[in-house]
């Protein structure tokens, strides 16, 4: 019993490091809140047992910054080709199209102290 350590019940945390794909978009919200948007590219690299070449992966993340400092952090430096180390959490958000049609998208939201932005 002593030293034992209980797991959390859920953690949710996502780590990246990647390369911004477009400079970031800053929206205002009626209440005065605002969000910044981007998109990170990570990609993988393997050679193919195969044939030999060389194999590359791309994966996009779209992310969220929620978090004031950190806004004001990528406002300032942060545009298209910049190379960044974040850490958020995941959120899936519900949504509707011009049809009427519920859509869902998964994002990277940096919001509160768990939040972090570091510019490599």
Not at 51 to 80: D, P
Request: glycine share 10%; with cysteine; aromatic share 8%.
């Amino acid at each position: 019993k002593n030293g034992e350590r209980k797991m959390a019940g859920s953690v949710n945390k996502v780590i990246l490091v990647g390369n911004v794909g477009q400079d970031p978009e800053v929206r205002q919200f009626q209440n005065g809140g605002q969000v910044c948007s981007f998109s990170i590219a990570t990609s993988e690299n393997w050679k193919d047992k195969n044939t030999g070449e060389r194999r590359e992966k791309t994966e996009w993340h779209r992310i969220s910054v929620f978090n004031e400092g950190l806004i004001r952090v990528v406002q300032s430096y942060v545009k298209k080709g910049s190379k960044l180390y974040i850490e958020g959490q995941l959120e899936t958000r519900k949504w509707q199209d011009q049809n009427g049609q519920d859509r869902y998208s998964t994002e990277v939201v940096l919001r509160g102290f768990g939040a972090t932005l570091t510019m490599l």
